[in-house]
């Protein structure tokens, strides 16, 4: 079981940045990858990064490359989302997510989800 709890989403204007935290409680965290998904309003929930809890592996989608970045403190048992250049289209409610073996692209392969935190951000 992993319990997960996100912070830092708010409203920010277009180019700005915002860094999203999810912090992680749980047996064997240090066999997790985690995961950062997005969801728009009226649009599929979809996949913006991932790091792994052992390794450095890090996979980002097209969309956000060069933008954000994930990244782990494993004394903290924390991963964050650092996001700059932000654009219009980043709006969405962010989730953290967790899952017991590698890196996964798919909304389905997490079995662990946080509560969500909302990122807008106004041209």
């Known amino acids: 079981q992993v319990q997960l709890v996100e912070s830092g989403g708010g409203l920010v204007q277009a180019g700005g940045s915002l860094r999203l935290s999810c912090a992680a409680s749980?047996?064997?965290?240090?066999?997790?990858?985690m995961a950062w998904f997005r969801q728009a309003s009226g649009k599929a929930q979809e996949f913006v990064a991932a790091?792994?809890?052992?390794?450095?592996?890090?996979n980002y989608a097209d969309a956000v490359k060069g933008r954000f970045t994930i990244s782990r403190d494993n004394a903290k048992n924390t991963v964050y989302l650092q996001m700059n250049s932000l654009k219009p289209e980043d709006t969405a409610v962010y989730y953290c997510?967790?899952?017991?073996?590698?890196?996964?692209?798919?909304?389905?392969?997490?079995?662990?989800w946080g509560q969500g935190t909302q990122v807008t951000v106004s041209s």
């Open positions: 790091i792994s809890w052992r390794w450095d592996a890090t």
């Open positions: 749980g047996r064997a965290l240090n066999t997790v990858a």
């Open positions: 997510a967790a899952r017991y073996g590698s890196v996964d692209y798919n909304v389905g392969a997490y079995d662990y």
